[in-house]
T-cell receptor, first 113, second 110 residues
Framework: NAGVTQTPKFQVLKTGQSMTLQCAQD?????MYWYRQDPGMGLRLIYY???????DKGEVPNGYNVSRLNKREFSLRLESAAPSQTSVYFC????????????FGQGTRLTVV | EDKVVQSPLSLVVHEGDTVTLNCSYE??????LLWYKQEKKAPTFLFML????IEKKSGRLSSILDKKELFSILNITATQTGDSAVYLC??????????FGKGITLSVRP
């Protein structure tokens, strides 16, 4: 039972480089989320996708783009990384219709130097 | 904008103490309130509450929701060092948007 799988687990980028964080879930969930977590800040919502084909901005979307490739996959792209984007990133998914809890991936620790 | 406020931000207790963690919220089209525990990795699910006044229990942990006053509490009785963690509260609102608070850091000393 894979659940929510995020790749990579760790990444170091130079300022200005781009990268895509991948997330896939195998639970047939409608809704998917991207969060960043910084010390003392809890989980801040970057973007979410209520269902396949839709995406919406969260609390901190600037500097990020997302793609809901299909029902399983939701990717997060940093076009031009900045040191302020150094953080731990979590992907999550939930079943919108059944109003279940959200399940989380194991996180990606990103450092931008 | 949806908002979740948790208090206190941190607390230190001794083993055997009882603690109460607070979560207040403002959300459009409330669907549910969730509690998670986080220990240096991904958050793990504790409770989901959708109805007022119905207590959810799991061992020494319990939680209740007040939809009129827009808050929830998480109680932990007979605390153990293994309860040391960050406790996160989240609310699910319109369009499945899931908003978290900043978390409460609980330290349980032997």
């Amino acid at each position: 039972n894979a659940g929510v799988t995020q790749t990579p687990k760790f990444q170091v980028l130079k300022t200005g480089q781009s990268m895509t964080l991948q997330c896939a879930q195998d639970m047939n969930h409608n809704s998917m989320y991207w969060y960043r977590q910084d010390p003392g800040m809890g989980l801040r919502l970057i973007y979410y996708s209520a269902s396949e084909g839709t995406t919406d901005k969260g609390e901190v979307p600037n500097g990020y783009n997302v793609s809901r490739l299909n029902k399983r996959e939701f990717s997060l792209r940093l076009e031009s990384a900045a040191p302020s984007q150094t953080s731990v990133y979590f992907c999550a998914s939930s079943h919108r219709g059944l109003n279940t809890e959200a399940f989380f991936g194991q996180g990606t620790r990103l450092t931008v130097v | 904008e949806d908002k979740v406020v948790q208090s206190p931000l941190s607390l230190v207790v001794h083993e055997g103490d009882t603690v109460t963690l607070n979560c207040s919220y403002e959300v459009t089209n409330f669907r549910s309130l969730l509690w998670y525990k986080q220990e240096k990795k991904a958050p793990t699910f504790l409770f989901m509450l959708t109805s007022s006044g119905i207590e959810k229990k799991s061992g020494r942990l319990s939680s209740i929701l007040d939809k009129k006053e827009l808050f929830s509490i998480l109680n932990i009785t007979a605390t153990q060092t293994g309860d040391s963690a960050v406790y996160l509260c989240a609310v699910s609102g319109a369009n499945s948007k899931l908003t978290f608070g900043k978390g409460i850091t609980l330290s349980v000393r032997p």
